[in-house]
């Protein structure tokens, strides 16, 4: 792989294959999509292969410094990127796939708009300039804002507005904060960023500025509401890329700058970050419980289940570090699943209404059993993706405090409550209406866009190692970083202050001498 | 110096005079016919002009004892001027044939080339009484222009408001001039800067004076670039012009007044810099705030354009706020960027038009565009996202630009405010796609034409992430000009 920009490839291929779409018929724009995004996704194998795991901490490194004037195109990947880039290359095939048949108009604006969006979040990825990171990140809100707003439903103009603006709202607080960065440091290399130490007192501010962007793409209580509504109204598989990948974004960027650049304000704000996850995932829980329509349900879910993500980034210990990273690539498969789920059967019957439901394991099996097994991982049930994410990330929450991990882990309960509600009232239960009953089972496409997922679910639930190794090193990098300004943990042993019984003392004595 | 050296330093503004006189001469004798030609002559001048900027014109120095500078800041001012009127006179003859009314009248292109020596005067003074010649001869031409369609009542107001607005921002402006004159003694800037430099600004009689000329200064300038507050009568001049001028005000002499601003801020009132950037700041923030909030209710895409040039100037200003040779070079950069975008959007308004070729100004009528002219739709929604300076569009850079500046000179609540205001300033830009590309089509547009396509497909060009590829040669360029005003 040397001297090969792989990185540079893997963004033009699909920004080639977006521009050519608008030219296209609706039929060949869908063959050249799948074809691009499938490209994609075998550089993205062979990125994989090709990575030292345990090499250098940066790999396939492209460096133009200063072709924009202040900011340059830099590329490169850790073990974290390497996965985040690994799962939207896996998705956005499946992504195109789901589209196929439920996209009727205007065909090869939307698949222009998919590809393009996977260029941004490989670059998003794969950026290693501060300012080439921010193009990146938020030139993502445009595709997005075009995806819910024309393909969309009913709602769709406010959904579409209040994502945009939200989202902006974030970011540009986060943008002055990068400028400053850039100027005090005199660079806009990451690395270099990520090395460099900010007073303690500078650290809060841009921490809160950063934290103003990613908390909303995260998105964490209380700036979450931005997310069901753009969930709801998003066509299928603007949800997946939505759940699947944008939503990593905000926990890349913990990982990426809050916790490595501002460590002593990381630490000095974690209750922040405890309080808001373990608000959210009590509350969303709760609301999760009680809503009519599935897409809503499975998003509030996404909230929940970002909070453990949060909870275990900001424990400063290697299980949360790496159990974060494992939930955010286990939701990103199971909820992108789950939302295609919802879209199987959306496109039968074209409500979202849990109870226009009801009995299709009856007349489709083979739904059933897949849909069981995706809401199986999102309880997080042994043997899944999920499983392993949030038990590692609450091992390593538990380290720091008792308290949030256990409020933490009512939603896990929560979780299996409001999953096998939804589960029984669709699937279980009697065939109630003739539309229904009318419904087939999956078609060969639709085996195909859920069968991947649901190998890889297993396989990150069976033999996660696969998964864990390639960010091992750079979680420990990261952690020899951050460790000065680690919090001390509730739970660990202390000297008691007990008075010692004189006559036990007396045996010990008496033991010791012997 | 001789005169010979001195006229060589002036040779663009020497070639517009003589250009403009000869085709007023052509046009007297050979009446409307000689439009087009004239139009197309009047560019070449334009060119010339261009040319004629290499050399003495833009590295002579000072010329005619101090009150004209030809440096490297000129130049770069001139340079947008000529370019953005050239692209106004190629746009007026399709659009006057398809109007009805009035048809164009050969004086149009004269009178463009006669703001051009104006506002190249402007951005060349190092004189007060230079400054206000190069103003007022920019401005009487531009008076002229507003009121073109002469059968058209619109065009006939917007002509008047702008007459008596503009006389009225004039005597302000001179008033703060005799003022600066009458404190300091001298009309020249350097001497002007002496004078703010030595006198204690605080306490005593003179330092009133000082302050109270460099206030008047700021706002006759503040209505030149139609900077809240002085801002009234942009929307509705603008709404009322003919398109090609709209395009015009909003490009040429924006630059030339922002470039003249700038020049009076740093050389002439560099030393009182702490006072000045009061007014600047507020200025700039009450732009970007009332240019955003008082767009979002408008229903005619030019005075949304009016009050996304409000918007836009309060950007600007941010870079100037910083008073560093990085914020002059920032400010430049922005005026740069602005005017493709400014254009590009004009040129698109100019498509907007039924089929019998009569002009449209509705946001409304653009419902659906992108499924009746997808290419149309899709080059305005480019525009817009670049105007509300969403990456990766190039007007990101824009405000890049400005607010580094900003942030470099140490001015976070400004950076942050300005930031923040710009969201709000993206709903109107956002809602402008939403009509195109959300909303059911509601009427076709006539055919478009292939010249203003092709302008649209260049500016389009200019402010898609291609023209991040340009930032390195920007960059020196405008460094260049800034470092001229040091």
Known sequence: ?514 | MNYAAQLAMTLPEVVLSLGALALMLVAAWSGPNATRAISWAAVAVLAGACVALVGPATSGGSAFDGMYRADAFAGFAKTLIYVAAAVAILLAPGFFQRTAGDDLRPEYPVLILLSAVGMGIMVSAADLLTLYVGLELQSLAAYVLASFMRRDARSAEAGLKYFVLGALASGILLYGISLVYGFTGSTLFDEIAGAYAAAPLAGSTKSLGLMFGLVFVFAGLAFKISAVPFHMWTPDVYEGAPTPVTAFFATAPKVAAVGLALRVAITAMGPAAEQWRQIVIFAALASILLGAVAAIGQQNIKRLLAYSSINNVGFALIGLAAGTPEGVAAVLTYMAIYIAMTLGSFLVVLQMRDTDGQPIETIASLSGLSRTRPALAFGLAVFMFSLAGIPPLFGFYAKFAVFYAAVQAGLFPLAVFGIAFSVIGAYYYLRVVKTMYFDEPAGEYGPGDRLEGGLIVATAAIVSPLGYLAIPLLTAWTMAAAKALF
């Not at chain 1, 194998?45 to 901490?57: H, K, P, T, V």
């Not at chain 1, 991990?405 to 929560?414: D, K, P, R």
Request: with cysteine; hydrophobic share 55%; aromatic share 12%.
């Open chain 1, 1 to 514: 792989m040397n001297g090969f920009p792989i990185l540079s490839v893997m963004l033009l291929v699909p920004a080639l294959a977006a521009v050519a779409c608008l030219f296209l018929g609706a039929s060949q724009a869908r063959w050249l999509a799948l074809g691009a995004t499938l490209v994609n996704l075998a550089l993205g194998a062979l990125l994989w292969l090709n990575f030292d795991i345990g090499g250098a901490q940066w790999q396939f490194v492209e460096h133009h410094e200063h072709v924009f004037g202040l900011f340059g195109w830099s590329l490169g990947i850790d073990g974290f990127a390497l996965l985040l880039i690994e799962l939207s290359v896996f998705l956005m095939p499946i992504c195109i796939g789901a589209s196929w048949e439920a996209i009727e108009k205007r065909v090869p604006e939307y698949m222009s708009l998919f590809l393009f969006t996977e260029v941004l979040m490989i670059g998003t990825f794969a950026a290693q300039d501060l300012f080439l990171f921010y193009i990146f990140f938020e030139a993502g809100l445009i595709p997005m804002y075009l995806i819910i707003g024309i393909w969309g439903g009913a709602n769709r103009i406010y959904a579409s507005y209040k994502f945009f603006l939200y989202t902006l709202l974030g970011s540009v607080v986060m943008f002055i904060a990068m400028l400053y960065m850039s100027i005090v440091a005199g660079t806009t290399s990451i690395p270099a960023l990520m090395a460099y130490d900010f007073p303690p007192h500078v650290q809060t501010w841009l921490w809160l500025a950063f934290f103003a962007s990613f908390a909303v793409k995260m998105p964490m209580w209380p700036v979450h509401t931005w997310l069901p509504d753009a969930h709801v109204q998003a066509p299928t598989a603007g949800s997946v890329i939505l759940a699947g990948v944008l939503l990593k974004l905000g926990g890349y960027g913990f990982l990426r700058f809050s916790l490595p650049m501002f460590p002593e304000a990381s630490a000095q704000l974690t209750w922040l970050v405890f309080a808001l996850s373990a608000v959210a995932v009590i509350y969303t829980s709760l609301v999760a419980l009680v809503q009519s329509d599935m897409k809503k349900l499975i998003a509030y879910s996404s909230v929940a289940h970002m909070a453990i993500v949060t909870i275990g980034l900001f424990a400063f210990n290697t299980q949360g570090i790496e159990g974060a990273m494992m939930v955010m690539l286990g939701h990103g498969l199971v909820s992108g699943a789950l939302f295609l789920c919802v879209g199987v059967i959306y496109d039968r019957l074209h409500t979202r209404e849990i109870s226009r439901y009801g009995g299709l394991a009856i007349n489709m099996p083979r739904y059933a059993a897949l849909f069981m097994l995706f809401t199986m991982a999102s309880v997080g049930l042994p043997g899944t993706s999920n499983f392993v994410g949030e038990l590692l990330s609450l091992m390593g929450t538990y380290q720091v405090s008792t308290t949030i991990t256990l409020l933490c882990t009512t939603g896990i309960i929560l979780g299996a409550a409001y999953m096998l509600y939804l589960y029984r009232r669709v699937v279980f239960g009697e065939l109630k209406s003739d539309d229904v009953r009318a419904m087939p089972d999956l078609s060969s496409r639709e085996m195909w866009l859920l069968a991947p997922i649901a190998a890889v679910v297993l396989w990150m639930g069976v033999y996660p190692e696969s998964f864990l190794a390639p960010m091992r090193k750079d979680t420990q990098t990261l952690l020899a970083r951050i460790d000065r300004a680690k919090p001390a943990g509730d739970s660990l042993p202390t000297k008691g202050t007990g008075i010692v019984p004189a006559a036990h003392a007396e045996t010990a004595a008496h033991g010791e001498a012997h």
